[in-house]
């Protein structure tokens, strides 16, 4: 590691939180604390309050960097058959929840805090948007006679049964087995969704 002085602003901030996502990873939110973090980059507490406004802080920018990656993982899925694509989406979203169980988890439950600026309340829900994107899409692709709330709905409730789903039926030591049937379920799910929506749309 270099020494303290070597580090800018920008580098410390990435030391903090990739330290803290390593403490998530292995062992879940609650293991996470301030004077863990200082100890395992080697600063001192108030050397990372110099960089996080408070705990709650350090907190959101972790889940953000989740979203973000996420998102990566999610925009790499390409199809241009619009359902195959929903379902290969549904299973690059249970993959990074399955490899990611802990970040993915604690961010899912996350809520941002009451008294948060505006500004930072768009910066987070821009995050949570852009994974959400290419579902909206893509639905909107295969039903463009809908609204835009119409089709803003149709992907919450998509992405929200997968979500749910992954919740209910994963855990940090799923095997492959057990990630085979969920799988199935999910795309299952996506399947019969689509089904009952295209059907209802066209009535």
């Known amino acids: 590691m270099a020494k303290r002085s070597e580090h800018s602003s920008e580098e410390l901030k990435a030391l903090i939180l990739n330290a803290a996502e390593i403490i ?45 990656k996420l998102a990566e993982n999610l925009i790499m899925v390409n199809n241009d058959n619009d359902q195959q694509f929903l379902e ?13 169980f802990n970040q993915w988890s604690h961010a899912l439950k996350y809520n941002l805090p009451v008294k948060v600026e505006q500004e930072t309340q768009t910066w987070y829900l821009t995050k949570i948007d852009k994974i959400l994107f290419p579902v909206r899409a893509r639905l909107a692709r295969l039903k463009p006679a809908q609204t835009e709330e119409q089709i803003k709905y149709a992907a919450i409730a998509l992405s929200t049964g997968i979500q749910g789903l992954c919740v209910l039926l994963i855990n940090a030591q799923s095997n492959k087995s ?3 049937e969920i799988e199935d379920i999910v795309t299952l799910l996506v399947r019969n969704f689509l089904r009952g929506w295209l059907i209802e749309t066209n009535k």
Do not use: C, P
């Open 24 to 68: 998530v990873s292995e062992e879940g939110i609650s293991a996470l604390n301030v004077r863990r973090i200082a100890r395992e980059i080697g600063y001192t507490v108030g050397s990372i309050y110099m960089v996080f406004a408070n705990m709650a802080d350090l907190i959101m920018q972790i889940h953000a960097r989740t979203l973000d």
């Open 88 to 100: 290969l989406w549904a299973m690059s979203y249970l993959s990074y929840a399955t490899k990611n």
């Open 178 to 180: 057990e990630i085979k």
